[in-house]
Structures are given as C-alpha cells and as structure tokens.
C-alpha cells in the first residue's frame, strides 16, 4: 500500500481570516492537498482540490466575495487530474473519490472520476445540495458528484474495506458531514488525513483547534495523529 500527497495549487488569502477569524494583513498561500492511496485493488483520492474554473475566472464561479477573500494559484498542469496522472494512475485505477467535505476546494474536479464510487456523508450531501448556486458557496451541482446522494449514511467510524487499513473517523464541526480518513499500513504505521478539521500540527498536539468550530477534531485525531501524517 501507497499514500501519495499531491499538491494542487494553492488558496492565496489572509492568513488572519484562517488562523484567527479576522483579517491581519499578512498573506500566506494554502496548499490545496490531494491525496491518493493506492491499495494495491484500486486507488483512493482523499478530497479532488479547485475546479479550472477557479483558476479562470473565480470571481465568475465562486461570487464576488469569495472571490475578494481567495486568490487560486496555480495552471491546469498543477490540478488534481493532472497531479494524478503524474503519479502514474488513469482514471480506471481510481476506485473511491472521497471528499473530507464539501468546500469547493476539495471537491472541485470530483466530475472528472464518474466511474469511482463516491464516498462522502449524505447529511454532507443533504446541506450543500441545499446551498448550489448561493455566492457564498459558488458551488455548482456537477461539482459535488454523481446526480443522486450516495445511498448510504454512517455515523462514528466507518471501515471502508473491512479490513482496517482505511476508516473514516467522524469529525463533523467544520461542515455537519465532515470526515478524516485514518490509513493504516500492514507494519502498524498510522496516517490520519484531516481535510480542515484543523490547519495545522500545533493546533492538534495543543488541543486548540482554530478557527471556532473544529473541536470535534479531539480524542481520534489526537490519538491517531503521533507517528501519522497531517494532511490538509
């Protein structure tokens, strides 16, 4: 087994906004993280990063004020399908798409895997099917995934393969279907993929996880996180 961190582009904002919850000034670039773990019976992509679309014209697709707080950097050859190519994977290796959440810089080229089974919590599903179209979202139905939500739900950790090796852990706060991803390798080693549900390893080894609203981060993330990998 193979866990691939694929950068795709980065967000250009106020690192105040992130960290603090209110501007400082200072600008900091955000990696837009994929990542891909190969089982050996498929590949995973654990969140899919930014639509083109964002790097053309995000005013247009994501509404003006999303678009005067984030800046995407970044060219087609930096995105997720091209990242993926590059690490040697076609689309029909790509067995799961599954997102952390909703945000449209995590989901954004998940139109481009139709043939991957998405997995993702339908009460995440529910709530931005519920916000297409408003400027707040910018999200676009053909964005989130296939037409219909997935066809089940699950709460607590969920076993992805039966066999341990990759279990969605619940870590709803930053979005109400919000999920973290623990792999775990035949050696015993543990890596816990967070997508947001903290931005950074001080915020998890601290216990104060920034900006409001993340806490549900707490027991698994802390305890899977030591000797693991802290993907964004």
């Known amino acids: 087994m193979r866990l691939l961190a694929l950068r795709c582009g980065d967000l250009r904002t106020d690192a105040g906004v992130l960290f603090e ?13 994929t990542h891909a773990v190969d089982t050996g019976d498929g590949v995973l992509l654990w969140d899919t990063g930014i639509n083109e679309r964002c790097l053309a014209d995000l005013g247009g697709y994501l509404g003006p004020m999303m ?18 190519e590059q690490a040697g994977f076609t689309v029909d290796d790509i067995r799961w798409v599954v997102n952390s959440h909703l945000h449209f810089d995590h989901c954004g080229c998940n139109r481009n895997y139709p043939v991957a089974t998405w997995v993702v919590r339908a009460r995440e599903v529910a709530f931005y099917r519920s916000k297409l179209h408003n400027p707040l979202f910018g999200l676009g139905a053909e964005d989130l995934g296939p037409a219909q939500p997935p066809d089940f739900d699950y709460d607590g950790e969920h076993d992805l393969t039966g066999d341990g090796s990759l279990v969605l852990l ?17 050696d015993g080693r543990r890596y816990v993929l967070v997508g ?27 305890e899977d996180w030591f000797g693991g990998l802290l993907g964004r």
């Open 196 to 222: 947001d549900a903290a931005y950074s390893r001080d915020a998890v080894e601290s216990g104060e996880v920034v900006p409001p609203g993340r806490s549900s981060i707490a027991r698994a993330l802390v």
């Open 170 to 186: 619940d870590t709803k706060g930053h979005t109400p279907g919000h999920q973290s991803l623990r792999v775990t390798f035949p």
């Open 67 to 84: 678009a005067q707080a984030f800046e995407a950097v970044g060219t087609p050859e930096t995105l997720t399908p091209a990242r993926v």
């Open 21 to 33: 919850g209110r501007p400082s000034g200072t600008t900091a670039d955000v990696p837009i993280m």
